[in-house]
Nanobody, 128 residues
Framework: QVNLIETGGGSVQPVGSLRLSCAIA????????VGWVRQAPGKEREEVAA?????????YYVASVTGRFTLSLDNAETTLYLQMNSLKPEDTAMYYC????????????????????WGQGAQVTVSS
């Protein structure tokens, strides 16, 4: 059974930084699709970033976070990170990590609803 545990959420002022971590346990597939999704109050979930370990491509980022957020994995591929810099109030949301064996795409967008394993969420609040 796959178990994802997120840590690192919290409150920060605008232009500040936070790093989210997602500990991945019980995932045995040779390749991983890993990513982050967020949901702001009253809004639908939206993709943030995704990466497939079995290819040569660089991580995918939604336009609103490109240049500010960085997705990474440790060498053992057991901890997923999301480094968030230059945070804005509109980044306030519950952030979820997700893992699967493949990344699925709907056109040029990550088809995250089809990811099979999810973390419990970590709250990020950006406010002055």
């Amino acid at each position: 059974q796959v178990n994802l545990i997120e840590t690192g959420g919290g409150s920060v002022q605008p232009v500040g930084s936070l790093r989210l971590s997602c500990a991945i346990a019980g995932f045995t597939a040779r390749t991983k699709c890993v990513g982050w999704v967020r949901q702001a109050p009253g809004k639908e979930r939206e993709e943030v970033a995704a990466h497939f370990t079995g290819g040569l491509s660089t991580p995918y980022y939604v336009a609103s976070v490109t240049g500010r957020f960085t997705l990474s994995l440790d060498n053992a591929e057991t901890t997923l990170y999301l480094q968030m810099n230059s945070l804005k109030p509109e980044d306030t949301a519950m952030y979820y990590c997700a893992v699967d064996s493949v990344c699925r795409w709907a056109g040029d967008r990550w088809d995250f609803p089809r990811m099979r394993s999810w973390g419990q969420g970590a709250q990020v609040t950006v406010s002055s």
